[in-house]
């Protein structure tokens, strides 16, 4: 054996499954870290996509304060643009943190923006 080679596993008979809630509970982690939100705020659900699964996300996203926004339209950017652009650039980091933590094989990642939360967030430089 070579050092760039670790040794397998040994084999057992049995399964492995990773149940639904754990799959739930894995996705609401990665979306709230993804964007920037309490996994207690998010909400996710799985359902058949042709053999894959779609995961649905639904969450509210924080926002800046709008007095902030009109004195510098910079904060906006700030906090990573718009909702909605926001809401598509964090698709494929979600799909692809999910599918590598859990080896489920998602077809899409949906995101539903429910509401906002007014936070301070990112800072302008």
Known sequence: MTPD???SAPSY???????????????????AEVLGVQAAQVRAS????????ALLLSLPLPVP???????DPRVLEAFGGP???R???ARTPILQRVQHLTG??????????????????ARVL
């Open 104 to 121: 489920a094989r998602l077809s899409r990642v949906d995101i539903r923006i429910i509401g906002s939360t007014v936070t301070k967030g």
């Open 5 to 7: 080679h670790a040794p």
């Open 83 to 85: 909702l909605w652009v």
């Open 87 to 89: 809401a598509d650039a």
């Open 65 to 71: 304060a709008l007095t902030r926004v009109v004195q």
């Open 13 to 31: 008979a049995g399964h492995n499954r990773i149940t639904t809630d754990a799959l739930t509970s894995t996705a609401r982690a990665v979306a």
């Open 46 to 53: 799985f359902s058949d996509d042709r053999g894959l699964l």
